[in-house]
């Protein structure tokens, strides 16, 4: 039996914009209300814990829509 429904986790590379980041809807909610409350917050946690992908995928389109202007990552190098 073959599986061809594509995996929704792009593995060591991070989710981009438009993509679906599944299972962090509540780090989303959470980090959403923060950012709206506070306006500056660090995101923390280990290198491959998925801070990009939670921004790129999930936390920039929510923050477009609430009328925020988000800027492009940067990468250092």
Do not use: C, M, W, Y
């Given at each position: 039996m073959t599986?061809?429904?594509p995996n929704p986790y792009?593995?060591?590379r991070s989710f981009e914009r438009g993509?679906?980041?599944y299972g962090r809807q509540r780090e989303t909610w959470e980090a959403l209300n923060l950012?709206?409350?506070e306006r500056?917050?660090?995101?923390?946690a280990p290198s491959g814990a998925g801070k990009t992908s939670l921004v790129q995928a999930a936390?920039?389109?929510e923050l477009e829509k609430e009328?925020?202007?988000v800027l492009p990552i940067m990468r250092p190098g």
């Open positions: 599986n061809t429904r792009p593995g060591p993509e679906t980041l950012l709206i409350a500056i917050v660090l995101l923390v936390l920039a389109p009328g925020f202007r």
